[in-house]
């Protein structure tokens, strides 16, 4: 990754009319007032019901399958096995990211001589209501025959363990590795002091307001498909059903993602369910659906993080960063899913370096396979982890030196000089100035008066207060291609965007982003009316249809606006050239004379006779009095393929007390000051910030999946899974730094996975903070009210004069 970026990016010349302001969403009335239009509202004539049945077993051989009682309940039309989906050719579950020597077991959508989770699919019913196909999955006789399990990956390198699949012995995926190992171990023979940490980094189950839903239908006349589902990203779902799954033409396919009740990543995978909704749909002849029960989304959507991880860094006694060794053990599940083997790799090993200059670095990651969920991308998605790890070392080397946690942040940050940056480990960053983030950050959380307030405390045994940091850094929107392509990506990371504008001056804008909770439907009309100079109500924003928008790739990893919305300003500015041409020759005019004065085209001095964009519009499509040689209509398409990631950052600050009584973690402050770029819509922005922390609160302080020794999940509802909410939170401060990126035409980077990707590292240093006054140095997440008191209590047993209790 050393290609330099260009600088695509100008700043504004004249006043912003839209971009930069806080507008309301245009699509939350009717989210608000439940007008929203989801998979699970959409019915078909003469549709029939799926339903699953599912592994009790992580894992178990599948013996005879007698289905003759489920298949005599009234309203049942079929049972398919694993056996009817080999027997039609149906493909494997493709991996979409191939590492070198990466071992890939077969995923079958129904499970086929064996099950290796608890939740793979063994048979599934279809009938004629919901009701009826789970009540006859009952009915269905298995002859499962239980085999031992592994869950945990340290557990799953062991010798003698359990083999998930024959195709990877040692139950290894891949090993891979990032860095220069001798140059770390030279600088590490150099430096004055190693600290050392191993840290877990916990699975999480995600869960959206809407769980995965998905109907298909057939049309025997023209061998089509339609596939409704609850996707983040319809034209790969598209990609892989048909080209890998089914074995059919693109074309004969068009996926549709309509309202989705939130992703946060586990929305972007190719599910199993999808596959046989499909393949029903064509065998009977009608339309299929199914829709997940909650406790089907604990043990079947796609999980996140579960790393376990030893990190050693090398330190000056000045605290100056001399280098970083990290070995983690990723575990994947029990199946490659879309991007599983990207997740711990390129989107987790890249970014060790953070914000720091780190003369080198050098990490190795085993993916492991293991009988549980498969685990892919999770908000964030491997820079969570990154982060994590990082922002815990450098505050555990603060502490062993003395120095303050933000002085030891302050000496290593990359300087506004040294952009781009090259990193020992791939990334060449865009830009950056970080000490400003740092500063306003201090200044908003009042941080010398809370250092007192925190001694205070201390010193009467009254209050355990914790601060938290973590500068943070991310890389979003992954480009270019080429070089995701040489990285083992099967999929392109540009993106497409064709501006319509209709006869009336009207305009529709289709994108290959898909909105599902991030408000492109306001942010991206807002790109359009600045460019364009037309009111936001005269533009529509069209996504998540195929059969509309006939190539793109989706929305993850923060990409939407540096990738997406550039492909929409470059064809903005394609039809702004059209259009300008079109008025000047209505104004018997030079094009190069012409200019656009709110919304109307006027000969350069001359405010009066001008051309509206109406008229503009009309004519574009009249073409009766129209430049020679120009075809008619006022339509672009462009693809915007970038020259590198783009690299939001911040500083976030977390301030907590811990109850020693009881262990009670209770965030009582928190700052987050982001930087990514000019900001296209404030309160949008924002809002994506406090969900993320909200998010990653949970984690380091609530959530936690649970699977015991034989692989059974213990979490698998909200009675023993603790999400946050309301009430686990304060009232965010939010601030900006501004540092546009050089190298896409908005100059934007990216803020959806900012508050995730931060937030877990900020409350995990805030309350070992707290807990340092007892003597703990780490402690691994989540902080629960147990875990916490016992470890107070064994300090106290240890190190009886530790805290002043």
Same mark, same amino acid.
């Given at each position: 990754?050393?290609?330099?970026?260009?600088?695509?990016?100008?700043?504004?010349?004249?006043?912003?009319?839209?971009?930069?302001?806080?507008?309301?969403?245009?699509? $939350?009335?009717?989210?608000?007032?439940?007008?929203?239009?989801?998979?699970? $509202?959409?019915?078909?004539?003469?549709?029939?019901?799926?339903?699953?049945?599912?592994?009790?077993?992580?894992?178990?051989?599948?013996?005879?399958?007698?289905?003759?009682?489920? /298949?005599?309940?009234?309203?049942?039309?079929?049972?398919?096995?694993?056996?009817?989906?080999?027997?039609?050719?149906?493909?494997?579950?493709?991996? @979409?990211?191939?590492?070198?020597?990466?071992?890939?077991?077969?995923?079958?959508?129904?499970?086929?001589?064996?099950?290796?989770?608890?939740?793979?699919?063994?048979?599934?019913?279809?009938?004629?209501?919901?009701?009826?196909?789970?009540?006859?999955?009952?009915?269905?006789?298995?002859?499962?025959? #239980?085999?031992?399990?592994?869950?945990?990956?340290?557990?799953?390198?062991?010798?003698?363990?359990?083999?998930?699949?024959?195709?990877?012995?040692?139950?290894?995926?891949?090993?891979?590795?990032?860095?220069?190992?001798?140059?770390?171990?030279?600088?590490?023979?150099?430096?004055?002091?190693?600290?050392?940490?191993?840290?877990?980094?916990?699975?999480?189950?995600?869960?959206?307001?809407?769980?995965?839903?998905? /109907?298909?239908?057939?049309?025997?006349?023209?061998?089509?498909?339609?596939?409704?589902?609850?996707?983040?990203?319809?034209?790969?779902?598209?990609?892989?059903?048909?080209?890998?799954?089914?074995?059919?033409?693109? +074309?004969?396919?068009?996926?549709?993602?309509?309202?989705?009740?939130?992703?946060?990543?586990?929305?972007?995978?190719? %599910?199993?369910?999808?596959?046989?909704?499909?393949?029903?749909?064509?065998?009977?002849?009608?339309?299929?659906?199914?829709?997940?029960?909650?406790?089907?989304?604990?043990?079947?959507?796609?999980?996140?993080?579960?790393?376990?991880?030893?990190?050693?860094?090398? /330190?000056?006694?000045?605290?100056?960063?001399?280098?970083?060794?990290?070995?983690?053990?990723?575990?994947?599940?029990?199946?490659?899913?879309?991007?599983?083997? !990207?997740? #711990?790799?390129?989107?987790?090993?890249? /970014?060790?370096?953070?914000?720091?200059?780190? #003369?080198?670095?050098?990490?190795?990651?085993?993916?492991?396979?293991?009988?549980?969920?498969?685990?892919?991308?999770?908000?964030?998605?491997?820079?969570?982890?990154?982060?994590?790890?990082?922002?815990?070392?450098?505050?555990?080397?603060?502490?062993?030196?003395?120095?303050?946690?933000?002085?030891?942040?302050?000496?290593?940050?990359?300087?506004?000089?040294?952009?781009?940056?090259?990193?020992?480990?791939?990334?060449?960053?865009?830009?950056?100035?970080?000490?400003?983030?740092?500063?306003?950050?201090?200044?908003?959380?009042?941080?010398?008066?809370?250092?007192?307030?925190?001694?205070?405390?201390?010193?009467?045994?009254?209050? &355990?207060?914790?601060?938290?940091?973590?500068? %943070?850094?991310?890389?979003?929107?992954?480009?270019?291609?080429?070089?995701?392509?040489?990285?083992?990506?099967?999929?392109?990371?540009?993106? *497409?965007?064709?501006?319509?504008?209709?006869?009336?001056?009207?305009?529709?804008?289709?994108?290959?982003?898909?909105?599902?909770?991030?408000?492109?439907?306001?942010?991206?009309?807002?790109?359009?009316?600045?460019?364009?100079?037309?009111?936001?109500?005269?533009?529509?924003?069209?996504?998540?249809?195929?059969?509309?928008?006939?190539?793109?790739?989706?929305?993850?990893? *923060?990409?939407?606006?540096?990738?997406?919305?550039?492909?929409?300003?470059?064809?903005?500015?394609?039809?702004?050239?059209?259009?300008?041409?079109?008025?000047?020759?209505?104004?018997? !005019?030079?094009?190069?004379?012409?200019?656009?004065?709110?919304?109307?085209?006027?000969?350069?001095?001359?405010?009066?006779?001008?051309?509206?964009?109406?008229?503009?519009?009309?004519?574009?499509?009249?073409?009766?009095?129209?430049?020679?040689?120009?075809?008619?209509?006022?339509?672009?398409?462009?693809? &915007?393929?970038?020259?590198?990631?783009?690299?939001?950052?911040?500083?976030?600050?977390?301030?907590?007390?811990?109850?020693?009584?009881?262990?009670?973690?209770?965030?009582?402050?928190?700052?987050?000051? $982001?930087?990514?770029?000019?900001?296209?819509?404030?309160?949008?922005?924002?809002?994506?910030?406090?969900?993320?922390?909200?998010?990653? &609160?949970?984690?380091?302080?609530?959530?936690?999946?649970?699977?015991?020794?034989?692989?059974?999940?213990?979490?698998?509802?909200?009675?023993?899974?603790?999400?946050?909410?309301?009430?686990?939170?304060?009232?965010?401060?939010?601030?900006?730094?501004?540092?546009?990126? #050089?190298?896409?035409?908005?100059?934007?980077?990216?803020?959806?996975?900012? @508050?995730?990707?931060?937030?877990?590292?900020?409350?995990? +240093?805030?309350?070992?903070?707290?807990?340092?006054?007892?003597?703990?140095?780490?402690? $691994?997440?989540?902080?629960?009210?147990?875990?916490?008191?016992?470890?107070?209590?064994?300090?106290?047993?240890?190190?009886?004069?530790?805290?002043?209790?």
């Amino acid at each position: 990754m050393t290609e330099l970026p260009d600088s695509n990016y100008k700043e504004p010349t004249s006043p912003q009319k839209f971009m930069g302001k806080a507008i309301k969403r245009v699509e $939350d009335p009717r989210f608000l007032t439940g007008t929203g239009h989801y998979t699970d $509202d959409i019915n078909l004539h003469g549709q029939l019901h799926a339903a699953m049945l599912r592994s009790p077993y992580a894992h178990a051989k599948i013996g005879a399958i007698d289905a003759s009682a489920a /298949l005599a309940v009234k309203g049942v039309r079929a049972v398919l096995t694993g056996q009817d989906l080999a027997d039609a050719g149906v493909g494997s579950i493709p991996t @979409g990211w191939l590492l070198p020597d990466l071992k890939v077991p077969p995923h079958p959508a129904i499970a086929h001589g064996e099950v290796n989770y608890v939740g793979d699919i063994v048979a599934v019913v279809i009938a004629d209501t919901r009701a009826i196909a789970e009540d006859a999955v009952a009915l269905i006789d298995v002859d499962l025959q #239980p085999l031992p399990a592994v869950s945990l990956g340290s557990q799953a390198l062991a010798d003698g363990a359990v083999e998930v699949h024959p195709e990877a012995p040692g139950n290894v995926a891949f090993q891979w590795q990032i860095g220069d190992k001798d140059a770390t171990d030279a600088h590490f023979a150099q430096a004055d002091r190693v600290v050392t940490l191993k840290l877990r980094n916990h699975r999480l189950v995600p869960n959206a307001i809407e769980p995965r839903a998905s /109907l298909a239908q057939y049309q025997a006349a023209g061998d089509e498909y339609t596939l409704w589902t609850t996707s983040q990203n319809p034209h790969i779902h598209r990609l892989l059903l048909a080209a890998f799954v089914l074995g059919i033409p693109e +074309n004969k396919l068009r996926v549709i993602s309509p309202d989705v009740g939130g992703g946060f990543g586990s929305k972007i995978f190719q %599910y199993p369910e999808e596959v046989i909704v499909l393949f029903a749909a064509k065998r009977l002849k009608r339309p299929v659906k199914w829709s997940a029960r909650r406790s089907e989304a604990f043990v079947t959507d796609m999980q996140g993080r579960d790393h376990e991880s030893e990190a050693e860094l090398a /330190l000056m006694n000045d605290g100056r960063m001399m280098g970083l060794r990290v070995k983690t053990i990723a575990n994947l599940g029990a199946y490659l899913t879309t991007f599983a083997p !990207a997740v #711990p790799t390129y989107l987790y090993g890249t /970014l060790l370096n953070g914000v720091y200059k780190f #003369p080198a670095i050098h990490a190795e990651v085993t993916g492991v396979f293991t009988n549980t969920v498969p685990v892919d991308a999770y908000r964030g998605a491997g820079r969570p982890e990154a982060t994590y790890l990082l922002e815990r070392i450098v505050s555990k080397a603060a502490a062993e030196l003395g120095l303050d946690a933000s002085e030891i942040r302050r000496r290593n940050f990359i300087q506004p000089d040294e952009f781009p940056y090259q990193t020992p480990v791939a990334l060449v960053y865009d830009s950056g100035n970080y000490e400003p983030a740092l500063d306003k950050a201090l200044g908003m959380v009042n941080y010398t008066q809370l250092r007192q307030e925190q001694a205070e405390g201390r010193r009467t045994g009254q209050k &355990y207060i914790g601060i938290g940091f973590s500068t %943070y850094l991310e890389a979003c929107g992954l480009a270019p291609s080429a070089l995701v392509g040489q990285l083992g990506a099967q999929a392109g990371q540009w993106e *497409s965007a064709v501006v319509r504008v209709m006869p009336t001056g009207k305009v529709e804008v289709l994108t290959g982003s898909h909105s599902h909770g991030q408000g492109h439907e306001t942010t991206f009309a807002q790109i359009v009316a600045e460019e364009l100079q037309i009111p936001m109500e005269d533009v529509s924003i069209i996504h998540g249809d195929t059969g509309k928008m006939p190539f793109g790739w989706g929305t993850y990893g *923060s990409r939407s606006a540096a990738v997406g919305g550039s492909a929409l300003k470059m064809a903005l500015g394609k039809v702004k050239a059209k259009a300008t041409k079109i008025a000047a020759h209505l104004l018997e !005019a030079a094009p190069e004379d012409v200019e656009q004065v709110d919304g109307s085209f006027r000969v350069k001095g001359v405010p009066e006779g001008g051309k509206s964009f109406f008229d503009v519009a009309l004519m574009a499509h009249l073409a009766h009095n129209f430049p020679e040689g120009m075809e008619p209509g006022l339509e672009e398409q462009y693809m &915007y393929d970038p020259k590198n990631f783009v690299y939001p950052f911040g500083t976030h600050i977390a301030v907590v007390e811990v109850d020693a009584d009881t262990g009670k973690v209770k965030l009582r402050q928190y700052v987050a000051v $982001d930087d990514c770029g000019p900001i296209i819509n404030p309160m949008i922005a924002e809002g994506q910030v406090h969900g993320g922390i909200a998010q990653g &609160y949970g984690q380091a302080v609530l959530e936690e999946t649970v699977y015991d020794e034989d692989g059974n999940l213990l979490s698998g509802t909200f009675m023993e899974y603790a999400m946050p909410r309301a009430e686990d939170m304060v009232q965010i401060q939010v601030g900006h730094t501004v540092t546009p990126s #050089p190298h896409n035409p908005l100059g934007v980077k990216g803020i959806g996975e900012a @508050g995730t990707i931060s937030s877990t590292a900020a409350v995990a +240093n805030a309350v070992v903070d707290a807990l340092e006054a007892f003597g703990i140095h780490h402690l $691994d997440m989540p902080y629960t009210p147990e875990k916490v008191w016992r470890a107070i209590q064994d300090a106290r047993k240890s190190q009886p004069q530790a805290a002043d209790d």
